[in-house]
């Protein structure tokens, strides 16, 4: 990788932005690398980075890519930067399979992420059930009898829907309480703007395959 330069990154310096246009790939070598999202004006942490690991890359294989996420150092961190030029430049000059096969994975990636928010999954199959609660007043439901109630509906197990509902607590779309009742419950607060922030959720974790991983 000695064409590829290395770059110094310090503690809470941000190594790319959400939003941002991305065209740089990252080998991170040493440190740790802290990947975030903004939902609902808070920042929420998605993914905690040691090397060796390979972060950005889909800036090099998607056209016109925005940063779904912000990648900070939590400490001095050393990184490879990999350009989009210079990986093309790579492709080039590699053998005609080789090219043939990464352009194939990024066209089927560039149809995955168009049809993402198309496609019902899990995620929003449980923002979509927990939304028929809120709007029938129903604001507390009863944790664990909930979660098992969500995955028989969706056909999924259990410990994926409980991720969902930890990571729409960790947006405060909705609150883990205890009842005092040796009851621990899913509290649905009024809010207008549930099934838009929710999606807007989703929109932020679909690079990083939620639905796959949870």
Do not use: W
Not at 52 to 73: N, S
Not at 119 to 145: A, C, S, Y
Not at 150 to 171: F, N, S
């Amino acid at each position: 990788m000695a064409e590829f330069p290395t770059r110094e990154f310090y503690k809470n310096q941000v190594i790319f932005k959400e939003g941002s246009e991305g065209n740089m790939a990252y080998i991170l070598t040493s440190g740790c690398v802290e990947l975030s999202v903004t939902v609902n004006n808070q920042n929420l942490v998605i993914a905690t980075l040691n090397p060796v690991t390979v972060f950005g890359d889909m800036a090099l294989i998607l056209r016109d890519h925005r940063r779904t996420a912000t990648a900070t150092a939590l400490g001095y961190s050393e990184v490879v930067e990999i350009n989009k030029s210079s990986f093309e430049g790579c492709l080039k000059n590699s053998p005609q399979i080789i090219t043939t096969i990464l352009n194939a994975i990024a066209g089927r990636l560039q149809q995955t992420t168009a049809k993402s928010l198309k496609v019902p999954d899990i995620f929003i199959g449980t923002v979509e059930i927990l939304n028929m609660f809120r709007t029938h007043d129903k604001q507390e439901l009863i944790n664990d009898h909930t979660i098992n109630t969500i995955a028989r509906i969706l056909v999924t197990e259990a410990p994926r829907i409980r991720k969902i509902i930890d990571l729409l607590a960790g947006a405060n779309l909705i609150q883990l309480k205890d009842n005092g009742q040796e009851q621990h419950i899913i509290y649905l607060p009024e809010e207008k703007n549930f099934m838009e922030k929710a999606m807007r959720l989703y929109e932020n974790f679909r690079e990083f395959q939620l639905n796959q991983n949870l």
